[in-house]
C-alpha cells in the first residue's frame, strides 16, 4: 500500500486542540441541522406527497449506517484529512486520493452555498427588503460567505464558539415548529391524516420515497465534516464514537417531528413554494407568533451550517496538503491565529463563484448529496478493505454487515435511476472537472517532491 510520507522538513505548527465532548456533539448536531430542514422541507414533500417524513427517515438510517463506518476511521487515524485519508490508506492511488477529498471539498462548498443563498432569502423576509432579483439575493449571499470568511480566519475556538450558540439558536427554531405542531394536535387544528398519504404522480410509492430520499439526505450530512476536526479535538479515539451517533440520533428525531408538523399543517403546494417553507409553518400554525423572529432564527440556523462547512473544507484542505497529496501551500497555518489561512481563502472563493454561478437551493443541495453518496460509497468499501491494516491502539469496529449495505445503498443513490435533477450530475462534473484540471497541473511537481521525500 502506498503511502505519502510527511515532509520532515515542514514545519507548520499543530492545530489547537479545544473540542471536547460538548462541543464536539454541538459541532455535530449543529452540522446536520440547518439548511436542508430549514429550507428543503416543501422540496421534499413535492416528489413525495404527505409522507414526507419518510425520505427523511429513509436518509437518517442511510447516514447511520454510514456513520458506523466513519467511526472505525476516525478512531483508528484520527487525522484531519477524512475520508480521502482513509481513501488513499486503503487503495493508494493518488488521483483517486485526491478527486475523492475535492469532491468532499465540493460538497462543503456547494453546502455552505446552499446556505448562503437561504439566508439571503430569510433575511429579504425579516427585513421586508425588496432584493428577490437575483442581483440582490446574490449580493448578499456573497457578502454573508465574506463574514463567515472572517470569523474563520479568526481562530477556531472563536469558530467553535459561534457554533454553540448558533447551534442552540437553529434548534430553538425547529422545537417552535415541533410545539406548534403539538399544539396543533391538542386543539385538533391541521390535518396530521396527510402524514400518511402518498401524492407521487406518475412515479410509485416506491419511486416517490428513493427520489425524496436523494434530496432529504442532504439534511442528514453534516456528519461526516467532524472527522475533519480530530486533529482539533481532545482524545479522539476515545470521545468520537457515543458523540457521533448521539448527534444523528438526535437529528434524526427532531426531523422527523419537523416534517410531521409541516405537512400537517400547510398544505402542499404552498409547502413546496419558495426557500422558506417552515416559515409558512409560523404563520399557519401561530399566526400570533412574530414572524420576523422566527425568520431571524431561520437566518442563524442556515449561517450555521455555512460556517461548519467552510470549516471543513478549509481543513479538509489543510490536511491533504500536510499529508503531502496536494500544494503544501494550501496547507499554511497562520502564526498568530494558527488557522489554516491559505486554504480558508481558496475555499471562499470557491464558494462564491458557485453562488454566483448555480444559484438555486435545490440544486446546490441536491448536489452536495450526489457528491457525498459518492464518497460514502468508497468510505464504506474502505473500511472493509483497511481490516488488514492493525494499529498499535485500541478503536471503534464496526459490524461487517454494515459497511456492505452501506455501500451498496449509497451507490444506489448516486446512480440516474433514482429519478434525480441530471442538472445536478451536470454541476458535479464540472466540480469534479476542476479536481482533474488542478490534477493534471499539480500531479509533475507533486511526483518530483514524493521522489525527494522518498530520497
Keep these: 500500500m502506498a503511502e505519502l510520507a510527511a515532509d520532515p522538513t515542514h514545519t507548520e505548527p499543530p492545530l489547537k486542540r479545544v473540542m471536547g465532548p460538548g462541543l464536539l456533539l454541538l459541532f455535530v448536531v449543529g452540522d446536520i441541522l440547518g439548511t436542508g430542514i430549514y429550507a428543503l422541507t416543501g422540496r421534499v414533500a413535492g416528489y413525495v406527497g404527505g409522507a414526507v417524513w419518510v425520505p427523511f427517515v429513509v436518509a437518517f438510517v442511510v447516514a447511520l449506517i454510514t456513520g458506523f463506518s466513519y467511526l472505525e476511521l476516525v478512531t483508528k487515524y484520527p487525522h484531519a484529512a477524512g475520508a480521502a485519508l482513509y481513501t488513499h490508506k486503503a487503495f493508494g492511488i493518488q488521483f483517486l486520493t485526491f478527486m475523492v477529498a475535492f469532491a468532499v471539498m465540493s460538497s462543503g462548498l456547494t453546502s455552505a452555498s446552499t446556505a448562503a443563498r437561504a439566508f439571503a432569502a430569510n433575511f429579504t423576509e425579516a427585513f421586508h427588503l425588496n432584493l428577490s432579483s437575483w442581483i440582490g439575493i446574490t449580493l448578499v449571499a456573497v457578502a454573508f460567505m465574506a463574514v463567515i470568511a472572517a470569523v474563520n480566519l479568526r481562530g477556531v475556538s472563536e469558530s467553535v464558539w459561534a457554533n454553540v450558540v448558533l447551534t442552540c439558536v437553529e434548534l430553538s427554531g425547529l422545537l417552535i415548529i415541533v410545539g406548534i405542531g403539538l399544539w396543533a ?11 400518511v398519504e402518498f401524492e407521487t404522480g406518475d412515479r410509485t410509492a416506491l419511486g416517490g420515497v428513493i427520489v425524496a430520499t436523494t434530496l432529504a439526505f442532504f439534511a442528514m450530512v453534516g456528519f461526516e465534516d467532524s472527522v475533519n476536526m480530530a486533529e482539533e479535538c481532545k482524545e479522539p479515539s476515545r470521545i468520537f464514537p457515543k458523540v457521533l451517533l448521539a448527534g444523528i440520533c438526535i437529528t434524526g428525531v427532531v426531523y422527523v417531528l419537523v416534517a410531521i408538523t409541516a405537512v400537517a399543517l400547510v398544505p402542499l403546494q404552498e409547502l413546496g413554494a419558495g426557500d422558506t417553507p417552515l ?5 399557519i400554525g401561530a399566526p400570533a407568533f412574530p414572524t420576523r423572529i422566527f425568520a431571524f432564527i431561520t437566518m442563524f440556523a442556515v449561517a450555521n451550517s455555512a460556517l461548519i462547512n467552510m470549516l471543513m473544507a478549509s481543513r479538509l484542505l489543510y490536511g491533504m496538503a500536510r499529508q503531502g497529496v496536494i500544494p503544501r501551500v494550501l496547507g499554511q497555518v497562520h502564526p498568530m491565529r494558527r ?7 481558496f475555499t471562499t472563493l470557491l464558494a462564491i463563484g458557485l453562488i454566483t454561478f448555480v444559484g438555486e437551493v435545490r440544486e446546490l443541495g441536491g448536489t452536495t448529496a450526489l457528491l457525498l453518496l459518492a464518497v460514502f460509497t468508497i468510505v464504506n468499501i474502505a473500511v472493509l478493505v483497511l481490516r488488514r491494516d492493525p494499529v498499535s491502539h485500541q478503536h471503534f469496529r464496526t459490524p461487517t454487515i454494515l459497511p456492505v449495505i452501506g455501500a451498496l445503498c449509497c451507490g444506489f443513490l448516486v446512480t440516474p435511476f433514482t429519478g434525480r435533477d441530471r442538472f445536478q450530475y451536470v454541476v458535479a462534473a464540472i466540480l469534479l472537472a476542476i479536481g482533474v484540471v488542478l490534477w493534471a497541473i499539480t500531479h509533475p511537481a507533486l511526483l518530483r517532491k514524493l521522489r525527494l521525500v522518498r530520497e
Design 185 to 195: 394536535l391538542g386543539f385538533g387544528n391541521g390535518d396530521f391524516s396527510r402524514v
Design 279 to 283: 416559515l409558512k409553518v409560523v404563520e
Design 339 to 345: 488557522t489554516p489561512w491559505v486554504s480558508i481563502a
